[in-house]
């Protein structure tokens, strides 16, 4: 509607300006080689506009004349173009479909059409991935770096198959070079950390953690968490190193960042024992044990307190019951105490009291050495033990990723080399070797206890019943 406002606008000038000519009165001469040319003022006005409009046209035939190869050389080039990336984008279809043989018909229809290299060696690398032939990939993804614009893209997929390889080196060269791109990208933070924490190269590795927070492509709970890790290996370098203070205040860092990890836990309290600081080491150890009770806790404190007979032993670990009085761990090493110092009876009260919550193989295995150590009775003894095969394996660290079974806490799984993935917690049946050692143990102890005592009555299994 606009348009055809200012058409008739236009118009309704022209016809105005042009009737307003021919009302003029006047002549033009031309004198020129003798001639006299003679004309009204309106007839050499439309002369001129005829002049124009024929010269325009002129210029614009020499124009198309000129212009028309080229012209016609980019209209092909467009069209080639459009169809390339049609069959680019078939091809990453058939890519992500699996299907080999279309993937390698777009790959030949992109090279021969105008598509640009890096999307064509991305797709070349992607469908000889898919084919089996990471040579050809690897050749790709190496093309791919002279072109700053897919510099970035073609370390990924080169990183990708140095982890496939297990070639963490390179690797780390690669993702260290990625990060000189874009230090924001998730997968260059993620990789980088854990390929820096593999290397051992502690600081680094912690100042890539610290990266990946302000950048915000890590939680923060997941931030202080790795950092207590590194620093806790920055730790046990130090100590390595025979410089001990440094160990300490590394550790201690660790705890601050993370007051439930008990290795770094373990670690400060025997260095700050070593160092005479008895009171802060059981100290931290109480902290600890209020947030995450562990069995190394109760050894440690034990450790460092010297005790020099079993009921100095009890002595040590009886405040840890004051802390949480209802946990297992705490009835379970008191009850070991006191095992130690027969006092049966207490033994037997807090075994009765870890009964009633949540209880492993530990607990039946100490029943076991209470009915041998007070009534002798190697019958009742053998029961518990058959007892503790059926009964849920007692707490480990194992990879939540592989699910591994570690005596220690490491920073990486020994299997599946992944980092910061063992967990303290209980195993299932079909996960451990040494479930399957300790059942044959049992087995074992079963059949030569049924040698040597055959004929002893079966006790009851009550695990509150006093000695006769």
């Known amino acids: 509607m606009g348009r055809i406002l200012i058409y008739v606008v236009l118009i309704t000038a022209?016809?105005?300006?042009?009737?307003?000519?021919?009302?003029?009165?006047g002549e033009v001469r031309l004198t020129w080689q003798g001639y006299l040319l003679e004309s009204s003022v309106s007839m050499l006005f439309v002369l001129v506009i005829v002049c124009a409009v024929l010269l325009a046209i002129a210029y614009e035939v020499l124009n198309f004349i000129f212009y028309s190869p080229r012209l016609i050389h980019t209209i092909r080039r467009n069209r080639s173009r459009e169809r390339g990336y049609r069959s680019l984008t078939r091809g990453m279809v058939a890519v992500a479909a699996g299907d080999v043989k279309a993937a390698k018909r777009a790959v030949r229809a992109t090279e021969a059409l105008h598509v640009e290299p890096p999307l064509r060696l991305l797709l070349t690398a992607q469908a000889?991935?898919?084919?089996?032939?990471?040579?050809?990939?690897?050749e790709s993804f190496q093309a791919?770096?002279?072109?700053?614009?897919?510099?970035?893209?073609?370390?990924?997929?080169?990183?990708?198959?140095?982890?496939?390889?297990?070639d963490k080196v390179t690797a780390l060269a690669l993702v260290r070079r990625a990060f000189e791109i874009n230090p924001r990208a998730e997968w260059v933070l993620t990789n980088l950390i854990d390929l820096e924490t593999i290397a051992g190269n502690w600081p680094d590795?912690?100042?890539s953690v610290i990266a990946a927070q302000r950048a915000k492509r890590i939680k923060p709970e997941n931030a202080r968490r790795r950092r207590a890790l590194l620093l806790y290996q920055r730790a046990q370098a130090a100590f390595d190193q025979t410089d001990e203070k440094t160990a300490r205040d590394l550790a201690m860092r660790a705890i601050n960042?993370?007051?439930?990890?008990?290795?770094?836990?373990?670690?400060?309290?025997?260095?700050?024992?070593?160092?005479g600081h008895l009171k802060r080491a059981r100290k931290l150890i109480m902290h600890a044990w209020q947030t995450a009770p562990h069995p190394d806790l109760a050894d440690t404190l034990v450790q460092i307190s010297e005790p020099l007979t079993p009921l100095a032993r009890i002595k040590v670990l009886e405040p840890l019951m004051s802390l949480r009085p209802g946990d297992l761990e705490g009835h379970l090493a008191l009850a070991s105490a006191l095992l130690d110092?027969?006092?049966?009876?207490?033994?037997?009260?807090?075994?009765?009291?870890?009964?009633?919550?949540?209880?492993?193989?530990?607990?039946?295995?100490?029943?076991?050495?209470l009915e041998e150590g007070e009534n002798n009775d190697e019958g009742a003894a053998r029961q518990w033990l058959l007892k503790a095969s059926r009964a849920p394996s007692e707490p480990i660290w194992k990879c939540r990723v592989c699910g591994e079974i570690a005596n220690n806490w490491g920073i990486q799984c020994s299997s599946c080399e992944a980092v910061d993935s063992l967990e303290w917690g209980t195993a299932n049946s079909g996960d451990s070797v040494d479930r399957r050692q300790e059942l044959a143990f049992v087995k074992w102890t079963k059949n030569t206890l049924e040698n040597v005592i055959p004929n002893r009555p079966t006790p009851r299994m009550d695990l509150s019943q006093k000695s006769e």
């Open 14 to 25: 022209a016809g105005s300006v042009a009737v307003w000519v021919a009302e003029q009165p």
């Open 128 to 138: 000889a991935q898919l084919e089996g032939d990471e040579i050809a990939a690897r």
């Open 144 to 166: 791919m770096l002279a072109d700053p614009e897919s510099e970035f893209l073609g370390l990924r997929g080169l990183l990708v198959q140095s982890l496939r390889k297990g």
């Open 205 to 207: 590795a912690e100042q």
């Open 257 to 275: 960042l993370r007051a439930d990890f008990m290795p770094a836990v373990v670690f400060a309290a025997k260095l700050l024992a070593k160092a």
């Open 341 to 369: 110092a027969s006092l049966w009876g207490a033994a037997r009260e807090h075994l009765g009291q870890a009964s009633r919550g949540m209880s492993d193989q530990r607990l039946y295995r100490l029943m076991a050495r």
